[in-house]
């Protein structure tokens, strides 16, 4: 069956430290690739996507991530978090028959 | 432009009782998915409506159902509520789902409660 990890439940960090929230999927197709993330209070919003190309992809808000095919992951990373980062961060994939699976989400609490 | 709406908000059912919710998907998108949010599971795909047809569907049990009218607008329907049906259930549009990378866009979500 198809799926997607998220290995990092819970991270906290503080402000100004760099973060990677790791992301792997078992699917081997073609995929798109997404980051979803979920603000307290507030509804699941796209960060950043991969279709094609340059498998490094640059999101809003400082946000990048790499799609690196051989190992099935799709990595999110921001070199420096800020309080306002403080939220849930879904990985999902799509396949090529339509279907998106998500992970179980990485809960990032960010300390001022 | 108005983003995915979906009604009610909160619900409070009991086990037994079937349920109906219903989403609002941004104006010309045409796919509709739906989705369980539970705090053990994640989010969980149920199924995808396009032009008023399931066109995929998630690993649920029959009691989940859907439909889509031609408004595009969609419904999802529980039957014979489960205590672990409580989650949110989230709606999702895109233009198509035509499996380019388009994005799906969510709607705050309806709050089912089984008491």
């Known amino acids: 069956a198809q799926s997607v990890s998220q290995h990092n439940h819970h991270v906290i960090l503080s402000e100004a430290a760099s973060l990677e929230l790791g992301c792997n999927y078992s699917?081997?197709?073609?995929?798109?690739l997404f980051w979803y993330v979920q603000y307290p209070g507030q509804h699941l919003q796209l960060l950043l996507k991969?279709?094609?190309?340059?498998?490094l992809v640059k999101g809003i808000k400082g946000f990048e991530a790499e799609f690196i095919k051989s190992k099935f992951s799709f990595n999110l990373r921001k070199p420096s978090v800020q309080w306002s980062d403080t939220a849930e961060y879904f990985c999902a994939v799509m396949n090529t028959g339509n279907q998106f699976y998500f992970g179980t989400g990485t809960s990032l609490t960010v300390i001022p | 432009k108005a983003g995915v709406t979906q009604t009610p908000r909160y619900l409070i059912k009991t086990r037994g009782q079937q349920v109906t919710l219903s989403c609002s998907p941004i104006?010309?998108?045409?796919?509709v998915s739906w989705y369980q949010q539970t705090p053990g599971q994640g989010l969980q795909f149920l199924f995808e409506?396009?032009?008023?047809?399931?066109?995929n569907k998630g690993n649920f049990p029959g009691r989940f159902s859907g439909r889509q009218f031609s408004n595009s607008r969609s419904e999802m329907n529980v039957s014979t509520l489960e205590l672990g049906d409580s989650a949110l259930y989230l709606c999702?549009?895109?233009?198509?789902?035509?499996?380019?990378?388009?994005?799906?866009?969510f709607g705050d979500g309806t709050r089912l409660s089984i008491l």
């Open positions: 991969y279709f094609s190309g340059d498998p």
């Open positions: 104006s010309g998108h045409r796919s």
């Open positions: 999702a549009s895109s233009l198509d789902g035509t499996g380019v990378g388009q994005p799906q866009h």
């Open positions: 699917y081997g197709g073609t995929v798109n």
């Open positions: 409506y396009f032009s008023e047809t399931q066109r």
